[in-house]
């Protein structure tokens, strides 16, 4: 008995979460690998940025990993040290570096369209730090996605299309800046920041009805009501639409890398500028001078639009796909509620059991 409570108490005690904190180590390695090979000289302050905020979650997750494994130091916990905030601090300050790494790299014409690995990698080490985030909050009792996300089916959806939405609403403005200090047409760029400004407004709407912030004011706007599905139709049209207008050929999302004549370093003038074109016509080699203002006006950087304006489209598709599970979500409780506090006067305690228990099979059968 004596030796069974000695190995028990010696048993070591590692970090929940180190499956969070490989992710992390995983993805900034194939960032900083990747970063790495793309030439200094391209973008040197964003390619000084991004190296620091990868190297510095690398080497960070690297040695937290190391000394959870080792055991070596007793003196100092480091998921326990100031009863865990040490940790939660440390991760926030990852995922906050990293919202600027990733708007860094991934804006238009940035790093990341120099190479996938690193467009994915960023995104992908982003992620995993909201994930490791999420696992020790959930650890601490202060809050977790699930909490937030709870109240009804469509709750996480709307989440998704408002952050789908902001990442397309700030690639926007940013392509409308690109191609306005190059004077050129902003006709697309203008039509998806209005779009996306609207999913925003629309999504944080509702993601605001169901916390009741407009119950006092907007009484019949509710969650799981008709008004949103019928207005989650409505967004899948304006996706439908606005992914048709900025992914078709030549469109500012056409492809995620972008398309045109792409030079190693920024263009700010192309006065008396020619390039000689080779190309082939019938099978034979055909070589002209161009001018270097129809290759530049042909020009169209790599953005997050090409993804996103899907990730919106299919957001909002799922939104309708979840309303009847939120619809009987609420059903539900609602019949909980009478029956808990004895419902209309000329109802029997049968006929409410019968109700509430019909009410819970519809709510199963539609989750």
């Not at 494994?69 to 100092?76: I, L, M």
Request: proline residues 2%; negative net charge.
């Amino acid at each position: 008995m004596a030796g069974n409570a000695t190995s028990t108490k010696d048993k070591p005690e590692y970090n929940p979460r180190w499956k969070g904190y490989v992710y992390i180590l995983v993805c900034s390695l194939v960032a900083l690998s990747s970063i790495c090979n793309v030439p200094k000289e391209v973008k040197p302050s964003h390619w000084a940025t991004t190296v620091g905020i990868s190297s510095t979650t690398f080497s960070i997750s690297f040695l937290i990993l190391l000394l959870d494994r080792c055991q070596c130091f007793k003196f100092f916990n480091y998921t326990k040290a100031a009863d865990g905030k040490v940790e939660g601090w440390v991760l926030l300050f990852f995922l906050l570096i990293w919202i600027v790494g990733v708007a860094i790299l991934t804006k238009p014409s940035g790093l990341a369209y120099f190479a996938t690995n690193i467009y994915f990698s960023s995104w992908l080490t982003l992620i995993s730090c909201v994930y490791t985030l999420n696992q020790w909050s959930s650890s601490k009792d202060i809050i977790s996605i699930q909490e937030l996300t709870q109240l009804s089916a469509t709750l996480k959806s709307w989440y998704c299309l408002l952050l789908t939405s902001l990442v397309c609403l700030g690639s926007s403005i940013s392509m409308n800046i690109y191609f306005a200090s190059r004077s050129l047409h902003t006709g697309e760029t203008a039509f998806a920041i209005a779009l996306g400004l609207f999913s925003v407004i629309v999504s944080l709407f509702f993601i605001l009805v169901h916390y009741k912030f407009f119950s006092d004011c907007c009484g019949r706007v509710k969650q799981g009501g008709w008004l949103e599905l019928s207005t989650a139709f409505f967004m899948i049209l304006c996706w439908t639409v606005g992914v048709a207008v900025l992914t078709q050929e030549n469109g500012v999302a056409a492809t995620m890398a972008g398309s045109g004549c792409h030079p190693d370093f920024d263009i700010y003038s192309v006065d008396n500028c020619t390039v000689v074109v080779q190309t082939q016509v019938n099978g034979t080699n055909v070589t002209y001078n161009e001018s270097c203002d129809v290759l530049y006006a042909q020009d169209i950087p790599g953005s997050n639009l090409y993804f996103f304006s899907w990730f919106c489209l299919m957001a909002s598709a799922n939104i309708t796909l979840r309303w009847k599970a939120a619809q009987a979500l609420q059903f539900a409780q609602a019949a909980q509620v009478r029956a808990t506090t004895g419902g209309a006067k000329d109802a029997s305690p049968s006929d409410r059991d019968s109700e509430y228990e019909d009410a819970v099979e519809d709510d199963e059968d539609a989750i």
